[in-house]
């Protein structure tokens, strides 16, 4: 079995930072792609940003440029640091993660809510 478990959200003015952590354990053999997906209230759930295991890194265009995902292959950990937050950014962020355990596929953390007020 594999767990995913996010930290990090909280309540933040407009302009301020987050740092998003996101660990996964378990029976883990290999982990490939790591990312960072939200849903926003009456939304769909959208990717934020990804990091494959080489560090080649993906972002929706909306977070370029303020968010930096990060990992560490040792600690099976991914990061998310978010700057310049804006209240659109408000979300509920979840980690996805895939693994290979018996086979692979993708494990999801339970989430964590960002607010951004303005």
């Known amino acids: 079995q594999v767990q995913v478990v996010e930290s990090g959200g909280g309540l933040v003015q407009f302009g301020g930072s987050l740092r998003l952590s996101c660990a996964a354990s378990?029976?883990?053999?290999?982990?490939?792609?790591m990312g960072w997906y939200r849903q926003a209230p009456g939304k769909q759930r959208e990717l934020v940003a990804a990091?494959?295991?080489?560090?080649?890194?993906n972002y929706a265009d909306s977070v370029k440029g303020r968010f930096t995902i990060s990992r560490d292959n040792a600690k099976n950990t991914v990061y998310l640091q978010m700057n310049s937050l804006k209240p659109e950014d408000t979300a509920v962020y979840y980690c996805?993660?895939?693994?290979?355990?018996?086979?692979?596929?993708?494990?999801w953390g339970q989430g964590t809510q960002v607010t951004v007020s303005s």
């Open positions: 990091i494959t295991r080489g560090g080649t890194t």
């Open positions: 378990g029976s883990i053999f290999s982990i490939a792609t």
């Open positions: 996805s993660v895939r693994a290979y355990s018996d086979l692979w596929r993708d494990y």
